[in-house]
Every structure is written in structure tokens, then in C-alpha cells.
């Protein structure tokens, strides 16, 4: 377990649905994130919580919608999304600057049909 | 806004040997922060091994060692004695002191291939 559990592992949705993915970390860490990872794509930052306050979300389509009720919980909700979303969703945390690295959770593979 | 490039999308060696990989970035600031993750197939991103650009002295971790090069802003991750286990893709990424905004910046990836 590596401190940052994401769930669900799977998702499968239609363009109309409305679902959310969840993030959780246990490390006391203060600063969370959302990352996208296409097939031979970088890694894309979405979002980026800080103190639970939003920092930046680099022009998101507003079909992704965070929420960070805590220092320990991020949420992606989804709605009326494109079949060019699918992608692995990372959720991230880490401690302030972030200059000793990211902690990863394990992702939800999203796929939109 | 910075970038980082690996120039080589596939690599492929024998257990036990040594392996290269390469990274380069741009940033016209001077201290910032370099790492190494890992990713295998189980998804979950690893951290390998972390640079402060302020210290000359290239880090090492156990079998995985980096040649810092900041002038040329290069950053290339050796694996010595690899072994199957290190079969995953790569990535190289950078990140200011701060972090904030601009998070993580990451590398496309290498994909490593470990033959036995």
C-alpha cells in the first residue's frame, strides 16, 4: 500500500453519466493533484489543491469538476464526458513544494463509450 | 514553462547489463528539482531517485544512479545489474521549489525492456 489509494480501479461510462473518482492519502501530506495519462502523451496536470484551496486547474474542460473537502480526499467528478477522455486518471499527493517528490496512487482507468 | 525531453521511446538490454537512459529539460531558472519514477505495468508511479539542481554531487540509489549535467540541462538515469524486475516505463520530471502551479512537468517516457 502506497499511501495514496484510488478507487475505483476501473471505470466504464457512458457520454451521459455522471461519476466521480475518488483519491485518499494517508501521508499528512498538503498538496494534492490530478494528473491525466494518455497513450504516448506526457502526463498532463488537471488540478492541483494546495491547504485544500485550488491552485491552478491548466483550462480543464469544465466537464471535470474537483473537489478537495480535506487535506486527505480529492474527487474528480465527471459529467458529459468525450470518448477522447479515456485515459488513466492519477491522483498525487505530496508534502509543500513537492521538491522531495510525488506520491502516486495506482489510477482509475477511465473509459467513456 | 519548462519541458522535458526523452529522445528514446523503447530500450531493450539483457539481465545484468547496464542501461543508459536519457533527459534533457529547459528552464532558464537555476534551482529546481529533478526525479526519476518508474511505472510497471501495476500502474502505480515509483519514485527512483531525486536531484536538487543546487548540488553537484550526483545522487545514487543503490543500483540507479544519474549523470547531472546542468549546463548542458541534461539528466540521464543508469541502471547497473539490471534485472527483470526492472522492466517498466520511465519517465524523467521536473518540478521548481514551490511546486504550486506547475506541479510536476514530466518526460513522454521510456519504455524498458529487461530480456532475460
Known amino acids: 500500500e502506497t499511501g495514496v489509494t484510488q478507487t475505483p480501479r476501473h471505470l466504464v461510462m457512458g457520454m451521459t453519466n455522471k461519476k466521480s473518482l475518488k483519491c485518499e492519502q494517508h501521508?499528512?501530506?498538503?498538496?494534492m493533484y490530478w494528473y491525466k495519462q494518455s497513450a504516448k502523451k506526457p502526463l498532463e496536470l488537471m488540478f492541483v489543491?494546495?491547504?485544500?484551496?485550488?491552485?491552478e486547474n491548466n483550462s480543464v474542460p469544465s466537464r471535470f469538476s474537483p473537489e478537495c473537502p480535506n487535506s486527505s480526499h480529492l474527487f474528480l467528478h465527471l459529467h458529459t464526458l468525450q470518448p477522447e477522455d479515456s485515459a488513466l486518471y492519477l491522483c498525487?499527493?505530496?508534502?509543500?513544494?513537492?521538491?522531495?517528490?510525488?506520491?502516486f496512487g495506482s489510477g482509475t482507468r477511465l473509459t467513456v463509450v | 514553462a519548462q519541458t522535458v525531453t526523452q529522445s528514446q521511446p523503447e530500450m531493450s538490454v539483457q539481465e545484468a547489463e547496464t542501461v543508459t537512459l536519457s533527459c534533457t529539460y529547459d528552464?532558464?531558472?537555476?534551482?529546481?528539482?529533478l526525479f526519476w519514477y518508474k511505472q510497471p505495468p501495476s500502474r502505480q508511479m515509483i519514485l527512483v531517485i531525486r536531484?536538487?539542481?543546487?548540488?553537484?554531487q550526483n545522487a545514487t540509489e543503490n543500483r540507479f544512479s544519474v549523470n547531472f549535467q546542468k549546463a548542458a540541462k541534461s539528466f540521464s538515469l543508469k541502471i547497473s545489474d539490471s534485472q527483470l524486475g526492472d522492466t517498466a516505463m520511465y519517465f524523467c520530471?521536473?518540478?521548481?521549489?514551490?511546486?504550486?502551479?506547475?506541479?510536476?512537468?514530466f518526460g513522454k517516457g521510456t519504455h524498458l525492456i529487461i530480456q532475460p
Open positions: 498525487a499527493s505530496s508534502q509543500d513544494s513537492g521538491g522531495y517528490g510525488y506520491t
Open positions: 501521508l499528512g501530506h498538503n498538496a
Open positions: 489543491y494546495s491547504l485544500e484551496e485550488r491552485v
Open positions: 528552464t532558464s531558472e537555476n534551482n529546481y528539482y
Open positions: 536531484q536538487e539542481a543546487y548540488k553537484q
Open positions: 520530471a521536473f518540478c521548481y521549489p514551490g511546486g504550486g502551479a506547475d506541479g510536476l512537468t
